[in-house]
């Protein structure tokens, strides 16, 4: 017998055996895992842990190496990995065989009771292999509250202050339905959460800080818990209507509140009473060709405090709009900016404007803005713009306006300012200018909710005491 015949078996054998046994090194490999993001949707209303888990598969014909896989946040996570039984917080050069998989346990533990922890705790896993990272995310709720993941409410619905109100992915009231927003609520919203209205939303805040309701993001640790631009801002579309807000607190936003198109009825698209929006990174208040009305409301220290453009109506009376530079925003626009266009690639649209403000503080300072109004006109429609004893802060007087009972370029004197350690008090001292310079006007409170004098009243939101 050939003994060539009997070699040859034995010789394929080994070249099988250590092509099994090689590893793929390309970075092209195919690395899948069963979930690109794991959800911890348990709500937390005692302390304990809740385990999930993924699988990585190695869908090749040979072997894999993966040369890492991380828990980004470490020791400080509030989540725990075990890779195929073995804990830690990163593990290296674990060998995958040729389509298979290994387990990867994460769990998470949580005391509810700690109150600055965020709404959403958020983490993620590295893994590594031939050069390549593959991310898998953490997701899991950090206080006892009530979560919606883009959430659509297509039926009227009242929502109250049990348990705060945690949005993930965005929220959207349909067109002819009503959210009415108790008194007390707390509102936290998440990074990528718009909140959209096309129906109508209505918030029946009172005048305590227990009883406002409050609009802001779900980071609520250190430092995240005062950056601004944390979450995206409250939009009230083409279809929206009768929209009243009162007593509600929106702060942190990209853009505080958006109002667009005009209204669909005799009544102001937007009503805010008493309200505060502050430290949003772009506009606090943008209205466009829409319907607003404001009292005793105080915009404050955003990007850009109140833009109504391309025409519109607008009603505003005893508000505050105040800016600062400061850590985290550089005042450089002004206070105020109206206009009756809007740029559209290469068209200017416009639209007419009615627009009056009485009793109204326009005031800057630490920043590089020279006026605090500003009034454009570029159409050829109406441009009514009426400014009745207000303060402002001025080097060039608004165009295009008429004005009576002005208080130009005098400190109105708030009550505190301190831009180093960001505290903002915007009510009034007894030398303030604006004392007792206001005119009737209706309204008997404040917004504190306080009394407005029986004479005549200060300017601004706030009613010397």
């Known amino acids: 017998m050939n003994k060539t015949w009997l070699v040859l078996p034995l010789f394929l054998l080994l070249i099988a055996s250590c092509k099994k046994e090689s590893f793929n090194t390309s970075p092209n490999a195919r690395l899948y895992t069963s979930s690109d993001t794991l959800h911890f949707d348990t709500v937390f209303t005692s302390t304990g842990s809740t385990t999930h888990f993924f699988r990585i598969y190695n869908d090749n014909d040979q072997k894999l190496k993966l040369s890492r896989i991380k828990l980004a946040g470490g020791t400080a996570s509030y989540f725990k990995m075990n890779v195929d039984g073995i804990a830690g917080t990163e593990m290296t050069d674990l060998e995958l065989e040729a389509n298979d998989s290994l387990y990867v346990f994460v769990t998470v533990k949580i005391n509810p009771t700690t109150a600055n922890l965020p709404y959403v705790i958020q983490d993620s896993i590295q893994i590594n292999y031939n050069g390549t990272d593959k991310w898998v995310q953490l997701e899991a709720w950090g206080q006892n509250a009530r979560f919606f993941r883009s959430r659509l409410i297509d039926a009227n619905e009242t929502w109250d202050n049990q348990k705060p109100y945690v949005i993930l992915g965005g929220l959207l009231i349909d067109e002819n339905v009503t959210l009415t927003i108790q008194k007390g609520t707390k509102v936290y919203l998440h990074a990528d959460a718009p909140f959209i209205v096309d129906g109508t939303l209505v918030i029946t805040g009172e005048k305590y800080d227990s009883t406002r309701v409050r609009f802001q993001g779900d980071r609520l640790d250190d430092p995240y818990r005062d950056y601004p631009a944390g979450w995206p801002g409250i939009y009230f579309r083409e279809t929206s209507k009768d929209n009243q807000l009162t007593y509600a607190i929106i702060k942190n936003a990209y853009q505080g509140i958006v109002s667009d198109r005009p ?152 009550d505190s300012v301190n831009n180093s350690r960001r505290i903002y008090n915007f009510r009034l001292k007894d030398e303030s200018p604006a004392k007792n310079k206001g005119i009737g006007s209706g309204l008997s409170i404040d917004l504190d909710g306080n009394p407005r004098a029986v004479g005549l009243p200060d300017i601004g939101c706030f009613e010397k005491q």
């Open 263 to 414: 209204s669909v009825n005799a009544n102001p698209k937007v009503y805010l009473q008493q309200c505060v929006i502050d430290n949003c990174y772009d506009a606090g208040l943008f209205g466009l060709r829409t319907s607003i009305k404001a009292e005793n409301c105080l915009i404050s220290n955003c990007g850009k405090n109140i833009v109504l453009a391309y025409g519109g109506n607008y009603d505003f009376n005893h508000c505050t709009s105040a800016a600062y530079s400061n850590s985290f925003l550089l005042h450089k626009e002004p206070a105020l900016l109206l206009t009756d266009y809007v740029k559209q690639d290469n068209s200017i649209l416009t639209a007419p404007l009615s627009a009056s403000f009485r009793n109204c503080i326009f005031w800057g300072d630490n920043g590089t803005a020279d006026d605090e109004v500003v009034s454009s006109k570029l159409g050829n429609g109406t441009y009514a713009a009426n400014f009745q004893n207000c303060l402002w802060k001025v080097k060039n007087n608004p165009a295009n306006i008429t004005s009576s009972n002005i208080i130009a370029n005098q400190d109105p004197l708030f």
